[in-house]
């Protein structure tokens, strides 16, 4: 594939680790970006890992006030230290950005999606691309379980990442 051609699916595998995003309600957005992950993309951060590793590392960030762990509640933590707060659902709110959080079955965080302006919703796919899609419970599933906690912020507010 030539660096101008873009991807416009999904391969078959991939599409069938979610089985509610079907062809018609997804859009690739950016080409393949090992270098951050969902909840950095979510948070609006396209330099670097969220992750909430023990000692500071090189490429990886976490907020520093966040709680650590893999529970649903560090995750909102850490959308809580840049700004985020906890709101009813996931439907369009005019002066807000909203973020959707997931948690598997076994109670541990897997993704945040971020919702977009137009009220569809934007996903990086691990260290794959990034995909627009019709609302959060298009990537719900065996991968990323369920939809658990919906944040929003101010649309005016600059998120508060650090550069550490």
């Known amino acids: 594939m030539g660096k101008r051609e873009r991807l416009r699916h999904l391969s078959d595998e991939v599409v069938a680790q979610f089985p509610k995003l079907e062809r018609d309600n997804y859009e690739i957005t950016s080409p393949r970006d090992p270098s951050y992950n969902c909840i950095a993309y979510a948070a609006g951060d396209d330099s670097r890992w969220w992750e909430p590793i023990t000692f500071p590392s090189p490429g990886y960030y976490w907020p520093e006030s966040a709680q650590r762990g893999a529970s649903p509640d560090a995750l909102r933590s850490c959308f809580e ?70 944040m929003r912020t101010e649309k005016a507010t600059k998120v508060g990442i650090s550069s550490e």
């Open 81 to 150: 230290a840049v700004g985020y707060e906890v709101c009813e659902d996931g439907e369009p709110e005019k002066g807000y950005t909203k973020v959707a959080l997931y948690a598997a079955p076994n109670g541990s965080w897997t993704h945040a999606a971020r919702q977009l302006e137009n009220g569809q919703w934007t996903s990086k796919l691990g260290k794959s691309v990034d995909i627009r899609h019709r609302n959060p419970g298009c990537v719900e599933g065996p991968v990323y379980g369920d939809v658990v906690i919906f």
